[in-house]
């Protein structure tokens, strides 16, 4: 197996790395010296590594270099000063409610991609995974974590809210209840209770991190592409269809699938 870091990168900028390996696309957060802190030009590097998907990519895999997978927003983004080339928190909050919905929506795109139902995507998650980095976790299909990973949202305990896509799916995943005891108190969950309540999928040792990555994947191509696009699309519709309403559903999906086996597909 070819090594994740040694492959040509399709993107690598502003701490976001993309390479393709025949149906596999890694995405990794590359700034380890700053535990993959993140900042609107990682954002916009994250969106743009779901635009440059090549069309025969079935499997992303997101991952952050060192020991932390995201710690989450860098703080610089609160200071007066803010990034370079970046108007800062505080001076977004003096614009329009228009002009400030407008930013945060742009922000998010860097979320909202890893669902596509084209694609599945598992976030490979070691140490720290705070806040934005808890999110972005929470932004893909399927979570691998290490036995030291810590996930917690600690928006509110700055007096913020989570507000990029995280809490739909935290819901979701460990009920309302459990996702406001998250969130309200931005304590840390880790490895054995994120396995319990669903955070994640599977949780290994850091040694084996990338190796069970690379199993779930395999496993994942291992069906054949277009049944995994319909099936993904019936489960992402299931929470808001009526039980008849996915019968129906699961119904025409599935004489789309005869259809096409059988070579009479429009």
Same mark, same amino acid.
């Given at each position: ?10 993107l ?14 890694t995405v ?27 069309g ?11 020991k ?14 803010g ?6 928190f505080?001076?977004?909050a ?20 890893w669902?596509r139902?084209?694609?599945v995507s598992i976030?490979? $998650? ?11 976790? /929470? =932004?893909?299909? *399927?979570?691998? !974590?290490?036995? #030291? ?23 979701s995943?460990?009920?309302y ?6 969130c ?5 969950v ?6 319990r309540?669903g955070?994640?999928?599977? $949780? ?11 199993? /779930? =994947?395999a496993? *994942?191509?291992? !069906?054949?592409? #277009?049944?995994?696009?319909e099936?993904k699309?019936?489960?992402h ?13 699961e ?13 009479l597909?429009?």
């Amino acid at each position: 197996m070819t090594s994740l870091d040694s492959l040509d990168s399709v993107l690598d900028k502003d701490g976001v790395r993309l390479t393709v390996e025949d149906a596999v696309a890694t995405v990794t957060l590359s700034n380890p010296a700053k535990r993959n802190a993140q900042s609107p030009a990682l954002w916009r590097a994250l969106a743009e590594a779901g635009r440059s998907l090549p069309g025969t990519v079935r499997v992303v895999v997101l991952r952050g270099e060192g020991k932390s997978f995201s710690a989450g927003l860098d703080r610089q983004a609160f200071t007066p000063e803010g990034f370079d080339g970046e108007p800062s928190f505080l001076d977004l909050a003096r614009g329009s409610d228009a002009e400030l919905d407008a930013v945060i929506a742009e922000y998010q795109e860097a979320f909202t991609w890893w669902r596509r139902n084209d694609i599945v995507s598992i976030a490979a $998650v070691q140490g720290h995974a705070i806040g934005a980095g808890f999110q972005l976790a /929470l =932004a893909c299909d *399927l979570r691998i !974590a290490a036995q #030291d990973v810590q996930f917690a949202m600690r928006e509110t305990s700055l007096g913020l809210v989570p507000d990029l896509t995280g809490t739909h799916p935290l819901v979701s995943l460990v009920g309302y209840a459990r996702a406001l005891e998250i969130c309200a108190t931005g304590r840390f969950v880790q490895a054995e209770e994120a396995e319990r309540i669903g955070l994640a999928n599977l $949780v290994v040792p850091a040694g084996e991190l990338d190796a069970s990555v690379r199993d /779930l =994947a395999a496993a *994942l191509l291992a !069906a054949p592409r #277009d049944a995994v696009i319909e099936t993904k699309a019936l489960l992402h519709g299931a929470q808001e269809r009526t039980y008849e309403e996915q019968r129906t559903a699961e119904r025409a999906a599935q004489a789309r699938r005869l259809r096409d086996l059988a070579g009479l597909a429009d």
